[in-house]
């Protein structure tokens, strides 16, 4: 009898081990899941933040590639300027005869 107690109680000692384990796989399935949910989103925050910085970046290259290509009408000043720095250039180049 004391043989069928003992073979008893470590049956229930096994299935309660069991059950144990599966409760903590649980609990660590849930913990899984709730990390990648909470993952999921930091990484939806992140890529909505890249983009907006990138939107922002690249209408401010567009607006400075705009400008860029805007033409420039000279000044007299400059015109001017221009002029002697070709004179200067073409001196230099033909040893200092125009």
């Known amino acids: ?6 073979e ?3 049956r229930d000692a096994v299935a309660r081990t069991k059950d144990e384990a599966a ?6 399935r849930e913990k899984a899941r709730d990390l990648r949910l909470a993952t999921d989103r930091r990484i ?3 890529r909505a933040a890249f983009d907006i910085r990138c939107a922002a970046e690249v209408a401010a290259l567009e607006t400075e590639a705009a400008a860029l290509g805007a033409s420039h009408d000279l000044t007299p000043s400059e015109v001017s300027r221009i002029d002697r720095a070709v004179i200067a250039l073409a001196a230099a180049l033909t040893g200092g005869h125009p």
């Open 1 to 6: 009898m004391r043989v069928l107690r003992a």
């Open 8 to 10: 008893a109680s470590a």
């Open 23 to 28: 409760e903590i796989a649980e609990r660590a």
């Open 44 to 46: 939806g925050a992140l």
